[in-house]
């Protein structure tokens, strides 16, 4: 399947052949079923892009024609179907949540009135909360909170971009973005309003010097929004960044972990 989807990624008159529309939409069965993934740990213990399996998703979209579909009393018209089935997948959904065809939703997820994307993965245990949205392709770890009105985005193209990663335990605080392929550690917690991009400086202010990671929140890490000082032609203004203030203690949950770190340091969010 990869080969017959990477010759249709340069010769996109492939897309008439049979073959090549039968290993497409294989590659989309199998993502919906969580056997295929956009990303996953290597034997290395590092994150890997399937650049095929994206490619694959991409080529979907041309394969597929507008039509209506219905739900109950609403009506759609868009070219993706949308996942069904919860009650054999064993994921509770609470109207109107919306979750398309071509993404997974492990056993014991739980989904708000929320949105997920075609490529994304959802793992167990996880709680997308109302008006979260999971986008293109994001990988969701077991355990997983992410709290009202966040928006985890989609990362579709280049092929070969990362998507936005959130480990297994994190908790990501309401309306906290991640995009552009940001990368949230085990356990990590975002405070409210948190915005985490490909080339946000995130700072750790906990020991006597600045520690600075790029688009990478590491494990544990309880993070709060903050500034920093830039020179402009017009004078120096703080422009956004992110703070680590402290480290989730083992004994606490992610919400006390998260209100311990704020009250140490007297910050209010």
């Known amino acids: 399947m990869e080969q017959i989807i990477s010759e249709a990624w340069e010769n ?3 897309l008439k052949e049979k073959a090549t529309v039968e290993a497409i939409e294989k590659v989309i069965a199998l993502v919906d079923a969580g056997e295929l993934r956009v990303a996953n740990v290597d034997s290395n213990g590092e994150w ?3 650049e095929w399996v994206k490619k694959a ?37 609470v109207p109107p949540a919306v979750a398309r065809y071509g993404s997974y939703i492990a056993p014991g997820a ?20 109302t008006w979260a949205t999971v986008g293109s392709c994001a990988q969701i770890g077991k355990d997983v909170h992410l709290s009202g009105g966040v928006g985890i985005g989609g990362v579709l193209e280049p092929a070969q971009a990362s998507p936005v990663i ?26 409210a309003g948190v915005t985490i991009t490909g080339s946000s400086k995130i700072i750790d202010v906990t020991g006597p010097e600045p520690v600075q990671y790029t688009g990478y929140v590491p494990e544990n890490s ?21 703070l680590i203030i402290g480290k989730r203690k083992a004994s606490t949950d992610l919400k006390t972990s998260l209100n311990d770190a704020l009250r140490e340091n007297n910050v209010t969010v």
């Open 48 to 50: 890997k892009t399937n």
């Open 222 to 242: 309880v993070v709060i929004p903050g500034t920093i000082p830039k020179s402009f032609p017009a004078g120096e203004y703080g422009v956004p960044c992110a």
């Open 166 to 191: 959130v480990e297994d335990g994190a908790f990501i605080g309401s309306r906290c973005i991640v995009v552009e392929g940001a990368h949230i550690g085990k356990r990590a917690v975002l405070g």
């Open 12 to 14: 996109r008159e492939l």
């Open 110 to 129: 739980i989904l708000m009135p929320s949105y997920i994307n075609i490529g994304a993965y959802v793992d167990s245990g996880t709680m997308v909360d």
């Open 57 to 93: 998703i991409i080529l979907y979209f041309p394969l597929r024609k507008m039509e209506k579909m219905e739900a109950g009393i609403f009506e759609y018209h868009d070219k993706m179907q949308l996942k069904g089935d919860y009650e054999k997948l064993g994921v509770r959904v």
